[in-house]
């Protein structure tokens, strides 16, 4: 066996969708993060990986404080898309989503949200292009019974788009892979996460039925994915 690296060998792992958030000076920020898994029990540790690129990451470093809020399976894809695609040196995230304050300070994420859970920073791991930070538990709390929303649900399912700070983030198609089958009406791709609006299966969530050409879509319409107007399309 040779040391080759197949990169689709990664696709494989389980992920989740959550809303990592923090605050710095008392201003509040979050984004969306796949990377979180429960480390210890007594007591309770998770870890958290977070791209150095982001302003949520200057925060924790800063603050020492995270929370985390597990999306539910149904989360909105505008939803995502703010804390996914949206950078809070831009705009007030938390002021366009329902949260509360937690013990730490920070906020935490209510909306769209099974349960949450916030802690202290204790310990830090470089991981080149992220920063996984080991975080002691000191609340949790469920809001509501449901089922998560897995990363593998939110990219089958809802065709959702990883951000190029993601750590599983797959880059522009190999020429190794099948090239996707061509339409006979032109498909236009979001320039800032990547979605792709084709035109024979339209947009269920935003009430565009198949069919419609993308020139035919209302000038007020935008991404379903990170909300950007139809002007930031350009044709594939």
């Excluded at 990883?162 to 198609?173: C, D, I, K, L, V």
Aim: aromatic share 8%; glycine share 8%.
């Amino acid at each position: 066996m040779d040391g080759a690296i197949d990169s689709k060998a990664f696709y494989d792992i389980s992920y989740g969708l959550y809303v990592v958030t923090s605050v710095k000076d008392g201003k509040p920020n979050g984004q969306i993060a796949n990377t979180v898994f429960q480390v210890s029990g007594k007591p309770a540790k998770v870890a958290v990986s977070i791209s150095k690129e982001n302003l949520t990451h200057d925060y924790i470093m800063a603050s020492k404080v995270l929370a985390v809020s597990t999306l539910e399976e149904e989360t909105p894809m505008p939803f995502i898309g703010l804390f996914g695609f949206k950078s809070g040196r831009d705009i007030d995230k938390l002021s366009q989503a329902a949260h509360t304050t937690g013990v730490t300070g920070c906020p935490c994420v209510t909306e769209n949200t099974l349960s949450y859970l916030e802690g202290t920073v204790i310990d830090s791991a470089d991981a080149g292009t992220h920063t996984v930070f080991i975080v002691e538990v000191k609340a949790a709390k469920v809001l509501k019974k449901g089922t998560p929303l897995t990363y593998a649900y939110y990219q089958d399912v809802k065709k959702g788009k990883a951000s190029q700070n993601a750590p599983t983030y797959r880059g522009e198609p190999t020429k190794s892979e099948p090239e996707k089958k061509e339409t006979s009406m032109q498909k236009y791709e979001c320039s800032v996460c990547g979605y792709i609006y084709d035109p024979e299966k339209g947009d269920p969530e935003g009430n565009i039925p198949a069919g419609t050409p993308f020139e035919k879509l209302p000038e007020d319409w935008s991404c379903p994915v990170c909300g950007a107007s139809k002007g930031d399309f350009n044709p594939l």
